[in-house]
């Protein structure tokens, strides 16, 4: 059974750091891409990062390149991801997929297995 689990989230001040970990359970990292998504209050779910089966291709989305890293360790089986000079508006609850799409997929529709979500939120 694919189950993923996230933790790392909590309260911080803008331009401080977090990290997410995204721990993989029942599937190795080489037969499935990883994506990070979040989810503000009243907004669309949106893709804000993801990591191919291989671990050779990333995606960033615009509003947090530069900022965020995606990386795994297959000796984990854990994804992470490093965000960096957080701002208010990165507040949402972030959740980790997986997909056995080959490349960076980007859509939500390409990601059947879900963790449950954990919050971050940013005050200014």
């Known amino acids: 059974e694919v189950q993923l689990v996230e933790s790392g989230g909590g309260v911080v001040q803008a331009g401080e750091s977090l990290q997410l970990s995204c721990a993989a359970s029942?599937?190795?990292?080489?037969?499935?891409?990883i994506g990070w998504f979040r989810q503000a209050p009243g907004k669309e779910r949106e893709g804000v990062s993801c990591i191919s089966k291989s671990g050779s291709e990333t995606f960033y989305a615009d509003s947090v390149k530069g900022r965020f890293t995606i990386s795994y360790d297959n000796a984990e089986n854990t994804v992470y991801l490093q965000m960096s000079n957080l701002k208010p508006e990165d507040t949402a609850i972030y959740s980790c997929?997986?997909?056995?799409?080959?490349?960076?997929?980007?859509?939500?529709?390409?990601?059947?297995?879900w963790g449950q979500g954990t919050q971050v939120t940013v005050s200014s």
């Open positions: 997929a997986a997909s056995s799409t080959t490349g960076t997929p980007i859509s939500r529709y390409a990601y059947p297995y």
């Open positions: 029942g599937f190795t990292f080489k037969s499935y891409a």
